[in-house]
């Protein structure tokens, strides 16, 4: 077998030196004990293409090991060190010149390069850390966060993290600290942060709230020119939409009558095609915000579904409900339900609460032109759509209100794209958060959780944060006024499926959720306390007087649950009063889509779906396997491929397994799971999130009553979010694994 080497000539295949090279990839630290070399070795000599050019080979070899994932999960970090190797041998071996390479492209700040030139940050990157991710962190991270110049990839894993330790931070000193934590993956910063750290383009926020400007032509083109400059920034975006008039209500200018939402929508959709995140890195996305008592509300339900006349569809955007719990009150009742067009109901948008149910009940008794319906038609359609779809998003406008830290700035409208971001924001103001996530499985011990170091780390992403907020350039002046006015931050979490399975607790045990709660509380603490210290060093954020934290209230104050006696919170209450916040919001756990791929962790704190199944991202197709059910079953002895087998053929699940009955509840995937269990979680996390949360719900065949019975326990239980997406399973799989597609959104991947 020959094969076409570099200088295009013919060469000999020689299985010596693929030996070797593989050898030496498993025996680097930590080594694999699980690869069978000769086997590997056999399938890649099989499976090669005559005259096959070495340069396609590094990929041709990864992907074979890859392959082989279903018997050990080393198989994935043997590809992803194998092109790991591939990827050094084509850069350069110093960050400082890889930096002065990228900077004769025009493409980083000059800022920047004066810190790069200015201290000699090669002495301090660990070449050895490139080598700890898996095929689809490694393949993740070249598709989308490598810098490249016309040659192809120029940057190295190493270098994108000094990159941005060194952009965020103002000395040598904290760039290196901040290099360390992220390069061991303590926690990881946004996509945005990722991206754009260090560019002349320095956009680092995550997430975008908008209000749509006017109910007017002008206005709602303004809005547009404002979503595509944010959207070319890599900002995710969430638009609240029920000030537009709805279709056929009168217009006084042309004597002629509205077209109302949905065509608006349609343009609203072609931009998110056209004008994509950061320059064909991600497609746009814009989440949209509607009450259900706007007139069109119907018509933008039909929006994202599969039939029906392609001149009312708009199937780019997503759609949620922003909703007060009168309707909620309504349908459970099988009462009617009201209609209105924002002209003719102009307050209820920026009501909640009594307030809201007053004004409603007002406006159903003198508002001639209203449409009365039964509030459980409405809701059946809701539901409807979300079993075809998936969408839309529901979030409770009066919980989100409430138990606001921002309420003292007006009425909050909406939420972001994926549901965990809730922020005050106005035609003047667009709300904009900078987001990072805590990698769980970190803190975990064989003495335990490492309380005490997450303490220490939702500080230090705090600190980081902060910098974010001061760092990052705006794309729109009405961001830039809201952000350095309220400083809101967002810390999530990834792999919090992954702790309890490496404690070997169940998902739905009372073990679990007590973690759960410990877990998100002190990070809610470590977070207020840092906040605390910064504000005492440069002042609290602008807008704290009259917030709820400057009368003294914590999150879980305004859920009314008293927190553990873990940590001393009246200490802290008196230095937040007497000293302020730096941050008006804190804590909101977003979904973690490539920041978990790259890092190797489950996202956020879903459990998982599958302990076996294909991951689709946009570099390829890979099998994903639980590491820690392998783990498990190799200390047993019955990690076997009839186990294997039997795996497969249950889309993942062990339950038809012969494995132990505590075995079989630890990996219970989430479609063997009550969803009763997972908003119970959410219940206990929320006091201590002072934001929300992207809460996905699963249901394998969904019907309207259990949808409805999810959702209505969801909202007694107080949450923000009562649902991100709701996820279903195919009637029928082709192929004999869980298919797992990739998170819409990664705008919030932190």
């Known amino acids: 077998m020959y094969v076409i080497n570099r200088s295009g000539e013919e060469e000999l295949f020689d299985t010596t030196k ?30 090669l293409a005559s005259n096959m050019n070495t340069s396609d080979l590094i990929p041709f070899i990864s992907e074979t090991a890859a392959s082989l994932a279903t018997e050990s999960y080393e198989y ?33 700040s000059k800022a920047f390069m004066e810190k790069v030139n200015q201290y000699n940050y090669d002495i301090h990157i660990k070449v050895n850390r490139d080598f700890q991710y898996d095929i689809i962190g490694i393949r993740t991270l070249k598709r989308s966060y490598l810098l490249k110049n016309k040659h192809g990839i120029v940057e190295r894993p190493q270098y994108l993290l000094m990159r941005v330790a060194v952009f965020l931070t103002d000395t040598p000193e904290e760039a290196i600290e901040l290099y360390n934590i992220i390069a061991d993956g303590w926690y990881t910063h946004a996509s945005p942060t990722l991206f754009n750290s260090g560019m002349k383009q320095h956009q680092l926020a995550s997430c975008f709230l908008m209000s749509m400007k006017d109910d007017s032509i002008e206005a709602i083109y303004e809005t547009l020119k404002s979503v595509a400059l944010i ?56 989440a949209i915000y509607i009450e259900p008592w706007h007139k069109d509300v119907q018509d933008v339900l039909k929006l994202k579904l599969n039939h029906g006349d392609e001149l009312a569809r708009a199937r780019d955007l997503f759609y949620a409900l922003w909703i007060p719990d009168l309707f909620m009150k309504r349908v459970e009742a099988d009462s009617h339900w009201t209609l209105f067009c924002p002209t003719e109901a102009p307050k ?36 409807t759509t979300q079993i075809e779809t998936g969408t839309p998003y529901l979030l409770y406008k009066d919980a989100c209100n409430k138990k606001s830290n921002q309420k003292n700035l007006g009425t909050i409208r909406g939420s972001n794209l994926c549901c965990e971001i809730v922020e005050y924001h106005d035609k003047d103001e667009t709300a904009a958060c900078t987001l990072a996530s805590i990698a769980l499985p970190k803190f975990v011990t064989q003495h335990g959780f490492n309380f005490d170091r997450l ?48 404690m070997g607790l169940p998902y739905d045990s009372k073990e679990a959720m007590d973690l759960n709660r410990n877990i998100f509380e002190t990070i809610y603490y470590g977070a207020v306390k840092t906040s605390i210290e910064l504000a005492k060093k440069y002042g609290a954020y602008e807008s704290f007087k009259g917030s709820p934290s400057s009368k003294g209230q914590f999150q879980f104050d305004l859920w009314n649950v008293t927190p553990t006696n873990r940590f001393n ?6 230095d937040m009063v007497q000293y302020g916040l730096r941050n008006s919001l804190l804590t909101g756990p977003m979904p973690t889509a490539s920041s978990a791929q790259i890092l190797g962790n489950t996202e956020s704190f879903e459990p998982r779906t599958s302990n076996l199944y294909v991951r689709r991202v946009l570099s390829g197709e890979f099998v994903i396997i639980n590491k820690y059910l392998q783990m498990t079953c190799m200390k047993s002895g019955e990690w076997t491929p009839k186990l294997i087998k039997q795996i497969i053929k ?65 909202w007694k239980q107080g949450l923000k979010t009562g649902q991100y997406y709701l996820r279903t399973q195919p009637r029928a799989s082709p192929i004999q694994f869980t298919v797992e597609k990739e998170m819409d959104c990664e705008s919030c991947s932190a």
């Open 455 to 502: 303490v220490e780390m939702a500080g230090i992403v705090t600190k980081n944060l902060n910098h974010v907020i001061d760092k990052t350039s705006y794309p729109v002046k009405e961001a830039l006024n809201s952000n350095l006015k309220h400083r809101p931050i967002a810390i999530g979490v990834q792999g919090l499926s992954d702790v309890f399975q490496m």
């Open 650 to 714: 249950d889309k993942g699940s062990i339950q038809n397994t012969d494995l132990s009955k505590e075995v079989k509840e630890v990996f219970k995937t989430t479609w063997e799971l009550s969803q009763k269990v997972l908003i119970d979680h959410a219940a206990l996390r929320g006091p201590y999130i002072d934001q929300s949360m992207s809460l996905n719900l699963y249901l394998s065949a969904p019907t309207h009553s259990q949808l409805t019975s999810m959702h209505f326990y969801a």
């Open 569 to 574: 919170w009246d200490e802290l209450r008196k």
């Open 76 to 108: 994935g970090i043997l590809a992803g060190r194998l092109e790991m190797f591939d990827l050094h041998s084509n850069t350069l071996s110093s960050f400082t010149e890889t930096m002065k390479l990228l900077d004769k492209e025009h493409i980083l």
């Open 231 to 286: 959207s070319k920034s890599a900002g995710g975006i969430g638009i609240d939409v029920s000030n537009i008039r709805a279709k056929g209500t009168r217009i006084n200018g042309t004597n002629g009558t509205s077209n109302g939402l949905v065509p608006m929508l349609r343009v609203f959709n072609t931009t998110a095609r056209y004008v994509d995140q950061g320059g064909n890195k991600r497609k746009g996305s814009f």
């Open 18 to 47: 693929l030996s070797t090279f593989i050898k030496r990839a498993v025996s680097f630290q930590p080594k694999l004990n699980t690869i069978d070399t000769s086997k590997l070795v056999s399938q890649v000599k099989t499976g």
């Open 348 to 383: 209820l948008q920026d009501a909640y609460g009594d307030e809201f149910d007053r004004l409603y009940e007002e406006y159903e008794k003198t508002v001639t032109t209203a449409k009365r319906i039964k509030a459980r038609d409405l809701w059946m359609q809701v539901c």
